[in-house]
């Protein structure tokens, strides 16, 4: 298996601009979830679906951001508009359904920095 | 509230030596306790977990201690191989998919 992949890997942008993270899970997984990774403030839980629906979206931080999972194999984060405070790294995990709810499966990251 | 802190923030250790790293919690109602190691450009993998009901959990090389009383958790890497170096968080769930993550420890193997 490829593993949780993202795209892209790297993105520079500038304030106000919109951007769009991509996310294809493990295949057979039914959970997704999408962190944020900074220096200050760690590697929070934005959001996460089952069964393509979003069962918590306590931490996404405010109304820019939003997540979509329109299919078992694709997820989607987007920033609009983008502000230089949102630079991060972004993962998308996944975990199977009756797995143990400690393991996630991590994808490799996208890299935002916001100008 | 949620809280889970770690320390050292930074472990430098010989080759061969052993390696600890500690995680101190404040919620007393978490389930489980996980480690995951994070290597330089990827994403965290996870190690090995245990359960709140339990004091001590080993793995390949590794072993979880939990003491419940001072709410102290710890991962002990034993004989440090250059591959162990990487960024190591605790985090905590309680029986859910949320997961709250420490600050992490970079363990440094030194040849």
């Known amino acids: 298996d490829a593993g949780v992949i993202q795209s892209p890997r790297h993105e520079v942008t500038e304030m106000g601009q919109e951007v769009t993270l991509r996310c294809k899970p493990i295949s057979g997984h039914d959970y997704l979830f999408w962190y944020r990774q900074t220096m200050m403030r760690g590697l929070e839980l934005l959001i996460y679906f089952n069964n393509n629906v979003p069962i918590d979206d306590s931490g996404m931080p405010e109304d820019r951001f939003s997540a979509k999972m329109p299919n078992a194999s694709f997820s989607t984060l987007k920033i609009q508009p983008s502000e230089p405070r949102d630079s991060a790294v972004y993962f998308c995990a996944s975990s199977p359904r009756g797995h143990s709810y400690n393991e996630q499966f991590f994808g490799p990251g996208t890299r935002l920095t916001v100008l | 509230g949620e809280n889970v802190e770690q320390h050292p923030s930074t472990l430098s250790v010989q080759e061969g030596d052993n390696s600890i790293i500690n995680c101190a919690y404040s919620?007393?109602?978490?389930?489980?306790f996980i480690w995951y190691k994070q290597e330089s450009g990827k994403g965290p993998q996870f190690i090995i977990d245990i359960r709140s009901n339990m004091d001590k959990r080993q793995g390949q090389r590794v072993t979880v201690l939990l003491n419940k009383t001072v709410k102290h958790l710890s991962l002990q890497i034993a004989a440090t191989q250059p591959g162990d170096s990487a960024v190591y968080f605790c985090a905590e769930n309680r029986n859910s998919y949320k997961l709250i993550f420490g600050s992490g420890t970079r363990l440094l193997v030194r040849p």
């Open positions: 919620n007393s109602a978490s389930d489980y």
